[in-house]
């Protein structure tokens, strides 16, 4: 199985690293997703700019105080906040070999994902039932292009979290499942960090 | 029934629009007709999808890039001369404003990035996994998802000439004018969709190599000892990744303005065009060192390899790469001085500019010095490496003195900036891209491209190419501007213009003589026996040509850099032949139609969002989609080839 490293010679593995990183592919492939991530954060960087500088641009329209509501970006924050824990316990319990703990932990985090999505759908069918859509203003069109491309981040983290819980339940942990499940909360967390700036810079700069 | 076909044809295949259309519908038509057939009579449809549709062999992708790019390269060449036709005279009425508009955008948008861009690919694919000792690229998989995502733009752009139309507002693509009520019609979101496609493909190649570079190197390949082409890869890579996700953001916030009218770069509420101008030059001037740097590379193999001497100034040729790497991200103001960021912002970019200058000094002084004593021999790539430095240097002059950031108030958007980017695309990309397909050219197909041939094409092209562009310096300096369809005749640039159309004429006559050269070679080109056709010094010339699928049969421990060379000069050549009993099983990707499917797929939800047609969009990311997920699940994707298999094609080969 294991492959990219044996082609290039490199032939054992040592035993006692992790279950994810035991063999040179899957070890290669998480080296590839934290390469994937950079372009990803880059490409939220420039959301980020474009949102900085547009936040002004109200066109006399809603203005970020006007719309955002304390309580429920806060409670927004604690829900992932709180999958981007149980992920890590998910990973946590992959790596003791347990396999139901893992699972459950894994339904958890994607559960909360979904509460997560939820509010933050209502929130934009609310800005939108007000007239704050994203064709007001060029600060409306960044700021839900910027908060929708990490939703749509997080709607699309749930689909394959779920695929691979699927995949988990069919084959037990291997390297190759443990990999999957490695990955897919490191771009759990990733999306979480993302998350903080936002809270940040969005919604508690808005506020302000 | 009638009436709706004549409605469409109208519509969508602009027939009303007269005989260019039609002769190339009917071109179009033919060709497909005759590959069709062909493929049939000869009974290889089989053939074709088994070995190269579903092939992830980096060796075969990447002789797919290099058809694609040389197509590309044809496609664009004809725009540029129909546009030099229609400028070789004054008030000239060959083609109008808005067929002249689309050419030139098509023409800089397929150049960069369906033309240089695969190129670099191809000879990434070619030659990296050779240099490094390894198997195949990390992400083989990956890798194929790339071309196909990068085929399948480039047909999406190309088929907008026939189907809705071109993009006509450059290749820089600014904003308002590119909103919809400037420009309504699909053209332009077939510019968008395209490159976004394609960039998805770029983006994952440039991961695939990175990792490749720094997790697939043989034993013994330390990052010091590998060939300076690998090193411009792993640059030009790590340029890919820093900058294509601000033109992904670019290109998707002006889809956004044109397809669910949002407002990033409206002139109205609040929109601010300049904005894109940024986030379209943050990815596009570090694009043109994404490909240089590859061309610099290409040069360091040949300087050292045909001056039979190692390079000169080896870690300061890395540390100049690295840098320019740096600098060249923060580059990009110089592209709109004009937008008047005021002194401070203009003398900083014109600093980081001038200062890209002398990393691309060093690698001058150190090409230059590496052939100093050497034992040169004039083969074809070393013939492309001398004109480079001689035109490269031009370029490297007229650029610093546009980036005098007060000068450039005179220089922008004039013809002496279209003769200084031409000057560095073609001097420093084009001729380091010809000198490498020449260099590796045995190691992909096993045969010599002739020299006889070779040489005309490199006379008439470079002899062409300063015809053609020397004159445009003149023309800026004289205030004829960038992208104007016609002149009046009382400026006096007729005849400058006329005598850059006969040089434009001569660089496509070349284009003419390399075809001519490559169908010659096949039948009549010096066949590589050895391998080794050039004495070259790195580990893919230890190979046969072609290589072999798996690439090694054993994979060699590395004692030094040039290490081919050495044992070559110590006659130890031997222990870089697998020995029978060294040979194991080896695990290799299985091939998959799914990255062609998936290219399918990204293509038909392109169409979709070029034409607003949203059932049609949400059907082809429905397909995207499922191949992702069928990917997800698939677990039996490797096959073995066994020991047995590889010592009877070694021994085939002679080398047992």
Not at chain 1, 40 to 49: I, P, R, T
Not at chain 1, 86 to 105: F, K, P
Request: glycine share 8%; charged share 15%.
């Amino acid at each position: 199985m294991s492959m990219t490293l044996e082609r290039s010679g490199v032939r054992m593995a040592s035993p006692d690293r992790p279950l994810e990183y035991s063999r040179p592919l899957e070890s290669t492939r998480i080296f590839g997703f934290w390469l994937f991530m950079a372009t990803d954060m880059l490409l939220f960087a420039c959301l980020f700019a474009t949102y900085l500088i547009l936040v002004t641009h109200t066109d006399g329209g809603p203005t970020a105080r006007d719309l955002f509501d304390v309580p429920g970006f806060t409670a927004e924050t604690l829900i992932l906040l709180t999958s981007s824990f149980t992920g890590g316990l998910a990973t946590y319990a992959m790596r003791r070999r347990r396999l139901g703990l893992t699972l459950s932990l894994l339904a958890v985090t994607m559960l909360l994902g979904i509460a997560f999505v939820s509010f933050e759908a209502s929130e934009f069918i609310h800005y939108a039932h007000i007239g704050a859509t994203w064709q007001r203003s060029a600060f409306l069109s960044a700021f839900f292009t910027l908060v929708g491309t990490h939703g749509s981040h997080v709607s699309l983290g749930i689909v394959w979290m779920l695929s691979i819980m699927i995949q988990l339940a069919r084959r037990g942990l291997t390297p190759v499942t443990a990999r999957k499940v490695f990955i897919v909360n490191l771009y759990w967390h990733f999306l979480d960090v993302v998350w903080v700036f936002i809270f940040t810079v969005v919604y508690l700069m808005g506020v302000m | 029934m009638l009436s709706a076909l004549k409605q469409f044809g109208d519509t969508y295949l602009m027939w009303q629009e007269g005989p260019l259309i039609w002769i190339s519908d009917i071109l179009i038509l033919v060709t497909l007709i005759a590959i069709v057939a062909a493929l049939t009579y000869f009974k290889k449809w089989k053939w074709l999808w088994k070995e190269w549709l579903t092939t992830v062999d980096h060796k075969k992708i990447g002789i797919m890039y290099l058809i694609c790019a040389l197509l590309m390269f044809f496609r664009g060449g004809v725009d540029g001369l129909l546009m030099r036709t229609q400028l070789a005279f004054p008030n000239n009425t060959f083609l109008d404003a808005e067929h002249y508009d689309q050419i030139f955008t098509t023409h800089g948008t397929i150049m960069i990035l369906f033309m240089a861009m695969p190129f670099i690919f191809a000879l990434f694919n070619i030659a990296v996994p050779l240099q490094i000792g390894a198997r195949d690229v990390a992400f083989p998989y990956l890798n194929a998802i790339s071309f196909w995502l990068f085929f399948f733009a480039a047909l999406l752009f190309n088929i907008a000439f026939v189907f809705g139309g071109s993009p006509d507002a450059g290749w820089t693509s600014y904003p308002p004018l590119t909103e919809l009520g400037f420009d309504p019609g699909p053209g332009e979101n077939f510019y968008l969709l395209s490159l976004q496609i394609s960039g998805i493909g770029t983006i994952a190649t440039g991961i695939n190599f990175i990792a490749t570079i720094l997790k697939c190197r043989a034993p013994g390949m330390t990052l010091m000892r590998m060939p300076l082409f690998t090193w411009a890869v792993l640059a030009s890579s790590i340029i890919i990744l820093s900058v294509f996700p601000a033109l992904t953001v670019a290109l998707a916030l002006l889809m956004l303005d044109r397809i669910f009218g949002t407002h990033f770069f409206t002139i109205l509420h609040g929109g601010n065009p300049m904005m894109f101008v940024n986030l379209f030059w943050v990815w596009g001037h570090p694009e043109v060192y994404i490909v240089v740097l590859v061309a610099f590379g290409v040069y360091s193999e040949v300087v050292a390899t045909f001056s039979r001497k190692r390079i000169f100034g080896y870690a300061s040729m890395v540390a100049s790469l690295m840098a320019i790497t740096v600098v060249g991200d923060i580059t990009w103001v110089h592209h709109f001085f004009t937008m008047g960021a005021g002194p401070d912002v203009n003398s900083f970019f014109a600093v980081t500019t001038m200062m890209v200058g002398i990393p691309t000094g060093v690698k001058i002084f150190n090409w230059l010095m590496t052939m100093y004593q050497g034992r040169i021999r004039l083969t074809l790539p070393m013939l492309w490496t001398l004109a480079f430095i001689a035109c490269f240097v031009i370029a490297g002059a007229t650029g610093v003195m546009l980036a005098a950031a007060p000068a450039d108030y005179q220089f922008h958007n004039s013809y002496f900036l279209v003769a200084h980017f031409h000057q560095a695309l073609i001097g420093g990309v084009v001729f380091g891209m010809l000198a490498g397909m020449y260099y590796w050219w045995p190691k992909m197909f096993g045969f010599k491209l002739d020299e006889r041939l070779g040489r005309w094409a490199f006379w008439l092209y470079n002899i062409g190419f300063y015809v053609c562009f020397m004159p445009q310096y003149a023309l800026g300096l004289m205030g004829m501007q960038r992208r104007m369809y016609t002149y009046p005749a009382g400026m006096g640039w007729g005849t400058l213009n006329f005598v850059s159309t006969i040089g434009a004429y001569m660089m496509g006559v070349a284009f003419l003589v390399i075809v001519a050269q490559v169908l010659y070679s096949i039948k009549y080109g010096e066949r590589d026996v050895t391998g080794d056709p050039w004495d070259g010094r790195t580990l893919e010339w230890s190979l046969p040509s072609p290589v072999p699928h798996y690439n090694f049969a054993v994979i060699p421990t590395v004692t030094g850099r040039d290490m081919w060379w050495t044992l070559k000069q110590e006659g130890r050549t031997e222990e870089l032949r697998p020995r029978p009993e060294d040979i194991r099983d080896v695990h290799m990707p299985k091939n998959s139609g799914r990255p062609f499917l998936m290219g399918v797929a990204f293509f038909v939800a392109g169409l979709g969002f070029c034409f607003w047609w949203y059932g049609l969009a949400v059907l082809g990311l429905l397909g995207v989609a499922a191949c992702l997920l069928l990917r997800s699940f698939e677990y039996d994707d490797e096959h073995e080839i066994p020991a047995e298999e590889i010592r009877h094609v070694e021994a085939s080969l002679g080398r047992l």
